[in-house]
């Protein structure tokens, strides 16, 4: 059986990477979308198929309740309307995907669980990468311990951002680049490592003259240290172009760049000073694996391995990281 999902937010991310997906699903289906803008639902709706009764306005949203064909709603909006749909469709009754940053505050993502845990609802974050098959291999890599044990990871995440965005109005996307873009970064290091951060130090670094940085930071480049003693540096970037990441252990280390894009990974190992292609994972497609990971959760019965607590664990780093960075002082963790 495929379920049902419903997009809400007919932007960039859905329309372009997200919505395409659907037909190479094989528990997953486009039944609805809910949109402020009714040129966008017609223009969708007639390219998908969505009837008219499967067309949904904001003010709409809760009708969702009485669609017996939606079972998962994916928010896909402004990071600051999170929350809200989220907690709504839960009330609603329905599951949720719901897009990284999980919210704008740890506060927020607290209340989100709460309301999808007392409706028994699912609530998965889209961490697409955990899906992606390089990312995964070289999780394993670094569990088998292939360039042995981990000693340090850089990771660095960034582009130009283009000015005149929500993302770059603190009220409606949280933060500047950390809560964007640095989070691949702050995420990756977490899974590369298993282990969650014990010490954070940051430095922020923006040019308020700039007008795109008003309100929300450029760099960010932060430290973290893991209970082992692996160390993480990190780059978080709006003025400039990063996707890759480096596992650095004793015997050499294993690099991926593009790491976290929506396509092109490639992987690198360095042992005992000789450096070559990473092997080739089968090939999958992360966005479908990501859209038929909740369905075949929800079917057996089972927790996404991206829970609404991974997200959670992410915005209580991140305002470790800005707290750190404010008070210019390292942060002790838990
Ligand atoms: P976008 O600006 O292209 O789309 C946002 C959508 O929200 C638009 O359709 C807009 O009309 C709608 N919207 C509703 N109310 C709005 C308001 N008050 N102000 C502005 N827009 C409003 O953005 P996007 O790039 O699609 O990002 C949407 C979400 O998806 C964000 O949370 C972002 O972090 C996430 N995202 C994730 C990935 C990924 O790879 N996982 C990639 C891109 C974006």
Redesign the pocket.
């Known amino acids: 059986r495929k379920l049902g999902y419903a997009i809400v937010?007919?932007?960039?991310?859905?329309t372009k990477?997200i919505m395409p997906q659907f037909a190479q699903c094989a528990s997953s289906r486009l039944v609805a979308l809910v949109?402020?803008?009714p040129e966008?639902l017609e223009r969708y709706g007639a390219e998908y198929g969505i009837p008219q009764t499967h067309r949904y306005s904001?003010a709409d949203y809760d009708r969702i309740r009485d669609n017996p064909d939606i079972d998962i709603v994916y928010v896909?909006?402004?990071?600051s309307?999170?929350a809200e749909y989220t907690i709504r469709a839960a009330k609603a009754g329905k599951h949720v995907m719901c897009?990284?940053?999980m919210a704008v505050s740890s506060a927020e993502c607290e209340a989100m669980i709460a309301a999808c845990r007392a409706a028994n609802r699912l609530l998965m974050i889209?961490y697409?990468s955990r899906f992606e098959p390089y990312n995964r291999l070289c999780i394993k890599l670094a569990k088998d311990r292939l360039v042995g044990p981990t000693r340090i990871i850089t990771a660095e995440h960034g582009f130009n951002a283009q000015p005149n965005?929500?993302r770059l109005d603190k009220p409606?996307s949280g933060g500047g680049s950390l809560m964007?873009i640095g989070i691949y970064s702050l995420n990756a290091t977490r899974y590369l490592t298993g282990e969650e951060p014990i010490l954070v130090s940051a430095v922020e670094s923006t040019d308020r003259s700039d007008p795109r940085f008003r309100t929300v930071e450029d760099r960010i480049d932060w430290m973290f240290r893991f209970p082992s003693g692996i160390v993480a540096n990190c780059v978080s970037s709006y003025t400039s172009p990063h996707n890759r990441y480096r596992i650095v252990g004793d015997q050499g280390w294993i690099d991926m760049e593009p790491a976290t894009a929506?396509q092109g990974q490639t992987m690198r190992i360095n042992r005992n000073n000789h450096t070559e292609a990473g092997p080739t994972p089968p090939p999958a497609n992360q966005f479908v694996g990501q859209l038929d990971h909740l369905s075949e959760c929800i079917l057996t019965g089972r927790q996404p391995i991206v829970p609404g607590e991974e997200g959670l664990r992410d915005l209580r780093l991140i305002e470790a990281i800005y707290r750190s960075a404010r008070e210019g002082r390292a942060i002790s963790l838990g």
């Open positions: 937010g007919l932007g960039s991310y859905a990477q949109s402020g803008t966008k904001y896909i909006l402004p990071n309307m999170h897009e990284k940053p889209g697409r965005q929500w409606m964007d929506y």
